[in-house]
């Protein structure tokens, strides 16, 4: 019953793209993706005002990161997961620019934030790309690039490995995989620059933690990271 009601929730969203990806409301006038109501009402973690959140201390002794940060507390059957599940799943790329929009509003409060030279997004591989469409991180980039007026680039991070069913494989070996995953391109134009790393989701903070490691390696001066949302 479940898994009929995502599917028929899916088919809604794809004829009817004028309904809320939090709530499923009409939305009014004005509105794109979110209702008012739920742009209001998201568990928002106020990341952005505090060094040292809980994302932040994620890293603490495994990446020399500059801030990390996550907008939304991730819940479990809550409207956050409806999002990300539109955002992965419902073919809609405008979905991550509008809320890397919300995003970027909240890093240019941010003390944190303010030298950033150049964003970019966790990439899929290829094959998953090109399956899905479009990049959901990337669109995520896009938005926050927008709003905090700085360029983005996918040409520069590259993952090399499809790393599928991750989950049930231990932290260390994880690790292992995903040290091997991505690769950096065109480095020259990413020395001494300050990156903003930017991911939908973060769990254990692998994914981040090897891209940031990749990209320190080749003269990259300090890596940031941003999320949408956090397990935790
Ligand atoms: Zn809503």
Redesign the pocket.
Known sequence: MFLFQKHFDDLLSLLFPNL?C????SLYAGESQ??S??LYHLPYTDHHLHQENRVARQFWGRIPCHAAMAMLFFRKEG?VQQIIHHLKYSNRPELGVKLGQLLGERLLLSPYYQNIDLLIPVPLHKKRERKRGYNQSAGIADGIAKVLQLPMSSAHLLRKVPTDSQTKKGRSLRFENMSKAFEVRNEEALQGKHILLVDDVLTTGATLEACGLELLKYGVDKVSFATLAFVG
């Open positions: 809320c939090g709530c499923g409301a979110l209702c109501s739920c409207n």
